[in-house]
């Protein structure tokens, strides 16, 4: 069965400073992985995806997710953090080709402060 | 570029009562997926459809009940409402390519309909 662990409910950060939201999977075949961002009473945006290939993905908004086999993980990083990056942010994991529910984390909420 | 059109995107309901929510999904893609998220929770899986047939189900509870259309369009129908059930709504599509290609495994989310039961 998949399923997906994200570190810390709430993370805060200062402006300017690096954001760094942990994702761990579990999966018996090749996952793809994916970074969703909610932002207050609106709908999931993707912001990142890995299905193959490199392994070190880019976003939108500056963001960036390494996938490690090794470690099972899929940490989502920003080297600067703005204010409009408040919002919720979900990993998510699926099976790899074909039908593709997603299973997700339970999310981390990012506070940025001035 | 179209995207997943829900409706209506809120909705207020006595317990007991019933609602409809309505997914559009994204011209061409043929897979609808339904998901559940209530107050300060991840969207939990309900059910899923692949060309108008059910391909999957998650934590749906009997009282509900969904399908997809010949147009692929997709209906989430809950009867007995009950307060546990308000919760934001997310309906996605997805083009399933046939296994020989790859698939980019990318969901397209709605806005979501905001169900409130009293």
């Known amino acids: 069965a998949q399923s997906v662990t994200q570190l810390g409910s709430h993370v805060s950060v200062s402006e300017g400073a690096l954001v760094l939201l942990r994702c761990n999977y579990s999966?018996?075949?090749?996952?793809?992985l994916f970074w969703y961002v909610q932002y207050p009473n609106q709908g999931l945006q993707l912001l990142l995806k890995?299905?193959?290939?490199?392994?070190l993905v880019k976003g939108i908004n500056g963001f960036e997710a390494e996938f490690k086999k090794s470690e099972t993980s899929f940490h989502l990083t920003k080297p600067s953090a703005h204010m409009s990056d408040a919002a919720e942010y979900f990993c998510?994991?699926?099976?790899?080709?074909?039908?593709?529910?997603?299973?997700f984390g339970a999310g981390t909420r990012l506070a940025v402060h001035p | 570029a179209a995207g997943v059109i829900q409706s209506p995107r809120h909705l207020i309901k006595e317990k007991r009562e019933t609602a409809t929510l309505k997914c559009y999904p994204i011209?061409?893609?043929?897979?609808v997926y339904w998901y559940q998220q209530g107050p300060g929770q991840d969207p939990q899986f309900l059910i899923s459809?692949?060309?108008?047939?059910?391909?999957d189900k998650g934590s749906i509870p009997d009282r509900f009940s969904a399908q997809q259309f010949s147009d692929y369009h997709s209906e989430l129908n809950m009867s007995s409402l009950e307060l546990g059930d308000s919760a934001l709504y997310f309906c996605?599509?997805?083009?399933?390519?046939?296994?020989?290609?790859?698939?980019?495994?990318?969901?397209?989310f709605g806005e979501g309909s905001r169900l409130t039961v009293l």
């Open positions: 459809f692949y060309e108008k047939m059910q391909s």
């Open positions: 999966s018996s075949v090749p996952p793809y």
């Open positions: 011209p061409r893609h043929d897979t």
């Open positions: 890995y299905t193959t290939g490199a392994t």
């Open positions: 996605a599509s997805q083009k399933t390519m046939g296994l020989v290609d790859s698939n980019t495994g990318e969901l397209f």
């Open positions: 998510a994991v699926s099976f790899s080709g074909g039908y593709n529910k997603l299973i």
